[in-house]
């Protein structure tokens, strides 16, 4: 049988998931962005689905989940949780840009544009009511 090395991503993620069945949603998300700078996008995707399965409303894990998919190579897949993101946050541009990038690396590039204006306009509403910049004082 092989030994893992220390800093190796399947350590990384046979470590988190073996250390304790109590783990939160936030440690599965750390874990998940761990994985992914360590260059294993796809251990990655599992960790932020684990992050996911324990907290289904988990913004960043979402995030990473649609980031890992689309660094695997797994666009259609990363397009559909890019959805899933929308869906859970409509209001949010950065979902919408999310599912603008892996729309347009999976290829589908007029829904890719449809999004980011969709990301265009809902910052503009944002910006629309925050109050206006005030001089400062002299």
């Known amino acids: 049988m092989s030994r893992l090395r220390p800093r190796s991503p399947a350590f990384i993620l046979k470590k988190a998931v073996t250390a304790t069945n109590a783990r939160t949603a936030d440690e599965y ?13 796809a251990e990655a ?9 324990g907290d289904s409303v988990h913004v960043e ?14 666009l259609e ?6 959805l899933a993101l929308t869906a859970l946050t409509p209001a949010d541009p950065l979902a919408h840009t999310a599912l603008s990038i892996s729309l347009q690396t999976a290829g ?5 544009e449809a999004a980011a204006a969709r990301a ?19």
């Open 120 to 138: 265009r306009v809902l910052e503009w509403k944002i910006q629309l009511q925050s109050p206006p910049d005030q001089d400062p004082q002299p």
């Open 61 to 74: 894990a979402h995030h990473g989940l649609v980031r890992a998919l689309r660094d695997a190579g797994r």
């Open 108 to 112: 589908h590039v007029p829904e890719a």
């Open 77 to 82: 897949q990363s397009v559909g949780a890019a």
């Open 45 to 53: 995707a599992e960790a932020f689905r684990a992050a996911i399965a």
């Open 29 to 41: 998300c750390q874990t998940g962005i761990d994985l992914l700078a360590a260059g294993s996008p």
